[in-house]
Every structure is written in C-alpha cells, then in structure tokens.
C-alpha cells in the first residue's frame, strides 16, 4: 500500500515558466514532508520541507503547499531552469515514527530550454 | 561539518557472491542511519534503518543484512546475491527530528 503518492511519473515545462510537482498522501499521521531532488547517479539531496502546522513554505524559487484536508501538497519551481531537470521525491514523516521517513515513487522533471 | 561517505561508487558482482557496502558518517554521533535501494526506474525502497549500534531494522525481508557495528558505521551485506539484488543502493543518515535525511553518493551494484 503506497502511502505517499506522486502519481504524474514525468513533467516537461519550458525554461522560465512555473513548475508544479504534486504529491499526494494517505496517512493523516504524517506530520511533516519533505521534497528531495535526484540527478542520475547521485543521491537525493534535500530540498525543502514543511511542517504540518503550516500550509506554505518558501526557500528561493521554491516553495511548497500543504492542504491537509485534501491529504495533498505540491512544490513550485519559478523561473523553472533546465539545471532544474531531475526526479524530484516527495516524503513523508509519522508523527509517531520519526525514525524513518517515507518517499514517493518521484516524478522526472525536464525543463526544456 | 557532517560528511557521508558511501563505497564504492560501482560494483559488478557474480550470482551467487557474497556482497558488503560500508557507509561511514563524520561529523555528527548517534545519527540515524539508513540503507534504501532504487531499482531501476523506480522510487527509494528503504531496506534497513538504525537508530543505534547493534539495532537494526528491517523493511522488506530479502537476501540481504545489515550491521551497524560502530555509531557511525553502516555495512549492507549478503552471503550470495541474486539476479534481483541489481540496483542502485543509498546509504543515509539523520539526527532525528525534523526527519531531514542526507544521502550519500550511492552505489551502482550490477549481479550477472
């Protein structure tokens, strides 16, 4: 049973236009979430992440959405930038667990120039 | 700073072979350690995390163990690896909450 979701597999957007990666959970006990980038051969670096206490977080050109209610959240990437190409992961914490985390199946980001 | 160092970077191994992929961690004690394996294609599988020496735990029961015999040492092991062991293998760790997790480099094991 897959408890964090990203159900778009890939997204094409062009250079300097907003990005919107989505990912959706199950598990109304996660209490925090995370949003990791991957490029091909590397390991998946942090990102960004958010606190269930809020419903926006911003780093740069980053920012990230939480709607409880709809058990969604969402990562914004303006301008988007073709370094921005990369399997993004969406991840999530137990409020109960906070010895592991639990990612999503990524979503391959290509911005195109 | 902390640093996580993961080796080696690729390993091509025959069926049937024993494996042993060691991750180290500086700059910080009693991390959490974790080891994930993304197959081809697919998303992070974590296999084994460890919130302290000798504990161990585990995911998804498989062909492979893990140790965790020193605070900042993680060794992924199997006495005779399949076919379906091939993948890309993550070592990470973190300091507990928020849950942040830092990867290393990873490690491209290839079983023919």
């Known amino acids: 049973d897959q408890q964090v979701k990203q159900n778009s597999p890939s997204l094409s957007v062009q250079e300097g236009r907003i990005s919107i990666l989505n990912c959706d959970y199950t598990?109304?006990?996660?209490?925090?979430f995370l949003w990791y980038k991957k490029y091909p051969a590397e390991g998946p670096t942090f990102l960004i992440s958010i606190s269930s206490i809020k419903d926006k977080n911003e780093d740069g050109r980053f920012t990230v959405f939480l709607n409880k209610s709809a058990k969604h959240l969402s990562l914004h990437i303006v301008p988007s930038q073709p370094g921005d190409s990369a399997v993004y992961f969406c991840a999530a914490s137990l409020k109960t667990s906070y010895d592991k985390v639990i990612f999503g199946p990524g979503t391959s980001l290509s911005v195109i120039p | 700073s902390q640093t996580i160092h993961q080796w080696p970077a690729t390993l091509v191994q025959p069926v049937g072979s024993p494996l042993s992929l060691e991750c180290t961690v500086e700059g910080t004690s009693n991390p959490n350690l974790y080891w994930y394996r993304q197959a081809a294609g697919r998303g992070l599988q974590l296999l084994f995390y460890?919130?302290?020496?000798?504990?161990i735990s585990s995911e998804v029961p498989q062909n492979l163990s893990a140790s965790r015999p020193q605070d900042r040492q993680f060794i992924l092991s199997s006495k005779k690896l399949l076919l379906s062991d091939s993948g890309f293998y993550l070592c990470a760790w973190s300091t507990g909450f928020p849950n942040i997790q830092y990867f290393g480099a990873g490690t491209r094991l290839s079983v023919l």
């Open positions: 460890s919130v302290g020496i000798g504990q």
């Open positions: 598990n109304s006990m996660f209490d925090y």
